[in-house]
């Protein structure tokens, strides 16, 4: 079997962060969107993964064989992003007619992987929302019967959001519906949809049982971005080992605290994820995310998301800053 995790979105609600760095490599909870996707699917066995990488895709294969240099990785470029569907398909050849593990590259769910693995039949990830109108839904019967999926529909007749998590055994007949699909133009919302394909292999009789993630976490939007941080903190616990560059610092658990940081004469915490080599001088930080390569003095933040190599300098309350930026509020 063999993972596909699509990564090749621009990330266009979290600018300006993603103009610098791609959405999947922004810190989160002391790991990255990306690396708590590819440890899960790792700790489930999987030793194959293929990235489809386009805006920023150097640091995706940067990051990817520095970090994992024991599995075996594709990168494959989506340079004319036109949809998942679209990104998947050109993973074709790659896939040579293995069964996959699908998970996009801002899914963050909890759910039993080895056992997804193991599914007799392909299966798709769902969870129960309020609003499903922004959302794949899938209509299911018999309790865990897939019968029909619909990418973001007007009138939904489910509440069973698709979260971006898909099994699929007959890889053959998902690449058959994708190129049918893109030969006859067949987008919803402007775009070739895995959704769309999917559906197709349901009508074609392929047999699809949906089971539910405990938790889903979204990685979208700056909002929700620091309350899945914050959430991740808990799960993943503490991480700031005691050093002699936190003098005179109080930390409010749960924070992680990168390696190489120097930190004084501040409060940290709770709910805060501090990048490597960042230096904090005189400051308070609570519910944010600070970026790597950073200097932060005499600064107050809450809920704030800050880019790497980023200096500030005075006193704030909330912040949205990209990389390589320099302000001084003094």
Not at 86 to 102: C, F, P, Q, R, T
Not at 243 to 254: D, G, L
Request: net charge negative; charged share 25%.
């Amino acid at each position: 079997m063999k993972a596909i995790i699509p990564v090749a979105g621009v990330g266009t609600k979290l600018r300006p962060h993603t103009y610098t760095q791609p959405k999947a490599l922004i810190p989160l909870a002391g790991k990255t969107v990306l690396s708590i996707i590819v440890d899960q699917l790792k700790e489930g066995g999987l030793t194959e993964f293929v990235f489809i990488v386009g805006y920023l895709g150097e640091k995706i294969q940067d990051y990817v064989r520095e970090l994992y240099p024991d599995i075996k990785a594709h990168f494959l470029f989506q340079n004319d992003r036109q949809g998942i569907g679209h990104a998947i398909e050109l993973a074709k050849d790659v896939v040579n007619g293995d069964e996959l593990l699908i998970v996009l590259g801002d899914t963050i769910a909890d759910y039993n992987v080895k056992a997804v693995i193991e599914s007799e039949t392909s299966v798709i990830g769902v969870k129960k929302v309020d609003d499903p109108r922004t959302f794949g839904v899938a209509e299911i019967c018999n309790n865990t019967e897939v019968s029909h999926v619909v990418e973001k529909p007007h009138m939904p007749k489910s509440n069973m959001a698709l979260v971006g998590i898909y099994k699929i055994k007959e890889t053959a007949m998902l690449f058959e519906c994708l190129e049918a699909n893109m030969a006859a133009g067949i987008k919803t919302h402007g775009e070739y949809s895995i959704t769309d394909a999917l559906d197709c292999m349901i009508k074609k009789g392929a047999e699809f049982k949906a089971f539910k993630v405990d938790s889903w976490f979204d990685c979208g939007k700056p909002n929700t971005l620091l309350e899945t941080n914050a959430t991740l903190l808990k799960k993943f616990g503490a991480r700031a080992e005691p050093s002699p560059a936190y003098e005179n610092t109080v930390f409010i658990q749960p924070v992680s605290i990168g390696k190489g940081c120097s930190i004084k004469n501040s409060i940290i915490g709770p709910n805060a994820t501090i990048g490597e080599n960042t230096n904090i001088d005189f400051s308070i930080i609570k519910n944010s995310i600070i970026g790597s390569f950073s200097n932060l003095h005499d600064i107050v933040l809450d809920d704030s998301l800050i880019g790497s190599d980023t200096v500030i300098r005075g006193e704030s309350r909330t912040l949205n800053i990209g990389d390589n930026t320099d302000i001084d509020l003094g």
